[in-house]
């Protein structure tokens, strides 16, 4: 914010433009903010369900060729998500902001009994090599999302059609288990969910509006918050297939 130094004082223009700046970085720290909760909730929730022999046993058991397969609980804790998600992005206008972060917290909690099974899959050493590259991969995406003055819509666009047919490709492979389409999903999925980290940062910024009341906005943030968190999750687990070393 410039100062007017001919009259001494500020511009109402620049001091709109100012409030609106410290307004939007608060805004996009709570989004941050919720998204790291989030994560930290899914990685203690995913270590215990791993590491706790009775707990896992509350979800998974020792199918036919030693394969880890789920009991009925952890069916029912893998398919919840994709029911909050949907619960949470058509209802979130309708709840308070209070209930949509509940339903936040156990959705990040669920989605931690989901990925306990890469525990059992791949070394531990790995996983958290694989997840500081996630991070910094994710900061430096959503960064240049938050700053960049090129609209990325039509990019944006792009993504949405290539996400829709990685999730064909990944139900097709269900059936085929393919490693050589595996790999090219994997590749794929980096592509797609590092670019939509970028474009889907530049959304959450333009839905800032300063006008808008706590419950509004603490809504928009957790809307945010579930968008990235999605973002950076998936982007790790396909890193983790294409960089993950398995156990013996």
């Known amino acids: 914010m410039a100062f007017d130094t001919q009259r001494g004082t500020w511009t109402r223009a620049e001091a709109e433009a100012a409030q609106i700046d410290v307004g939007l970085r608060q805004y996009m720290l709570r989004v941050y903010n919720y998204m790291a909760s989030g994560l930290a909730l899914t990685g203690l929730v ?10 896992n ?11 880890m397969q789920p009991t009925g609980l952890g069916w029912l804790a893998i398919i919840a998500p994709i029911g909050l998600v949907f ?30 099974t890469l525990f059992m899959v791949y070394t531990g050493a790995s996983i958290t090599r694989v997840f500081f590259i996630t991070a910094a991969s994710f900061a430096g995406l959503s960064l240049y999302g938050y700053t960049t003055r090129r609209n990325l819509s039509a990019f944006g666009t792009f993504l949405v059609m290539g996400l829709w047919g990685l999730v064909i490709a990944s139900l097709v492979n269900m059936f085929i288990a393919s490693s050589a389409l595996n790999f090219v999903i994997s590749v794929a999925g980096v592509g797609i969910f590092a670019g939509l980290t970028a474009w889907d940062t530049q959304k959450i910024k333009e839905m800032y509006w300063a006008g808008d009341d706590g419950e509004t906005a603490g809504k928009k943030a957790l809307m945010g918050a579930l968008t990235l968190y999605l973002d950076f999750i998936n982007l790790f687990i396909m890193l983790v297939r294409l960089m993950g070393d398995r156990r013996n």
């Open 46 to 55: 995913a270590a215990l369900v791993a590491g706790t022999p009775a707990v």
């Open 57 to 67: 046993a509350l979800f998974f058991q020792v199918g036919m060729r030693g394969a």
């Open 87 to 116: 619960a949470i992005s058509l209802g979130v206008a309708r709840m308070r902001a209070s209930t949509a972060q509940g339903l936040f917290w156990l959705y990040a909690a669920l989605m931690g009994v989901s990925l306990s």
